[in-house]
């Protein structure tokens, strides 16, 4: 069932959204090539008609839609039918799911992030009531905003980018598109540096109320080291197809380099029932399942574990701390 898997289905969608997309900016270069500025808008019309790209471009645009229905349509009906599935005849699990955690942005404890974020939220509207009520109302003020935003593009459209089209006005039209994309902009960022600003008040008012508690540590005790991950998976030929979603252009590069900086100085915590925790740069919980130790890989100025995919190598500042970390983790693999 791997054709109907979630990262299959991310990755036929990021086609089709690109393949639209293109179309899309196909449509706008054929009509600023084929309409000189000026043009009545019934002369265009008529003109985009016989155009026979217009008409291929058209088919392919409307076809590209129906795919895109199609897939959402499949997947939905996919998940409805294993979620009834496995109501019906639930399969014993062998283990647990390992928890995940996320820091909580008050009082920063590390706490299980549930299912889409449920623990962590009812813990901030349980212990920070405060806080949860003015991230409420900044959530609802910044949707609204995008709502707002959205909704004034069509008189922008109406008494202003189509009549300087018609006028031949090209630049007012690019300037008033700059304007109305640079406010929102910056309405956003304005939002977003009073909503840390607003976050780090509450914080330092949880620190002065509730004095910070030393962090106890496992059979690691908390040595600190850098940590690289090595993911040493193989290349997944459909690997560029989720690489044409436009988010995924924006937000991975971003998501890459905080993962390989929240990565590159952590705090070891334990090493237990075959996962190492630890605490990355941001303070977060996290866990890695090992495999197991791997000799040919480690020498006297780094620790390699074998992972159930890549490796994980481990350098500390001090010979003394990495062999305590190759003693403990040797002795707990071996038993």
């Not at 997944?236 to 436009?246: A, F, K, N, Q, S």
Request: glycine share 6%; proline share 5%; aromatic share 10%.
């Amino acid at each position: 069932m791997k054709a109907f898997s979630l990262r299959m289905w991310r990755r036929a969608m990021s086609l089709v959204i690109f393949l639209f997309g293109a179309t899309v900016l196909y449509f706008v270069y054929l009509v600023s090539t084929v309409i000189p500025a000026g043009t009545n808008p019934q002369a265009a019309g008529q003109a985009l008609a016989k155009d026979p790209r217009f008409a291929l471009g058209a088919i392919v645009l409307s076809g590209l839609f129906l795919a895109g229905l199609a897939l959402a349509a499949v997947r939905i009906s996919y998940f409805a039918f294993t979620t009834i599935r496995e109501r019906k005849d639930p399969k014993p699990r062998d283990k647990l799911p390992v928890p995940r955690f996320s820091v909580c942005p008050v009082c920063r404890e590390n706490v299980p992030f549930g299912s889409l974020g449920r623990n962590l939220r009812s813990h901030v509207r349980s212990e920070h009531r405060d806080y949860w009520r003015s991230r409420r109302i900044w959530s609802a003020a910044l949707a609204l905003s995008l709502v707002a935003w959205m909704v004034l593009l069509f008189p922008l459209l109406i008494y202003g980018i189509i009549p300087g089209a018609r006028g031949g006005a090209s630049a007012a039209t690019f300037y008033g598109l700059g304007a109305y994309i640079s406010i929102e902009a910056m309405l956003i960022a304005l939002g977003a540096l009073s909503s840390r600003a607003r976050t780090r008040r509450f914080r330092q008012e949880w620190q002065e109320a509730h004095p910070l508690q030393a962090r106890t540590y496992g059979n690691l005790k908390g040595i600190r080291a850098k940590v690289l991950f090595k993911t040493g998976r193989w290349l997944d030929p459909t690997l560029p197809l989720g690489l044409l979603h436009p988010a995924t252009l924006l937000i991975l590069p971003i998501i890459l380099l905080l993962a390989r900086f929240s990565l590159r100085k952590a705090t070891l915590d334990r090493f237990e029932e075959g996962r190492l925790w630890l605490y990355d740069a941001f303070g977060t919980l996290t866990s890695f399942e090992v495999k197991s130790l791997s000799p040919s890989r480690s020498n006297s100025e780094k620790v390699i574990l074998a992972l159930q995919r890549g490796f994980l190598e481990i350098r500390t500042e001090n010979i003394s701390e990495l062999e305590t970390v190759r003693a403990v983790l040797t002795r707990a693999i071996i038993l």
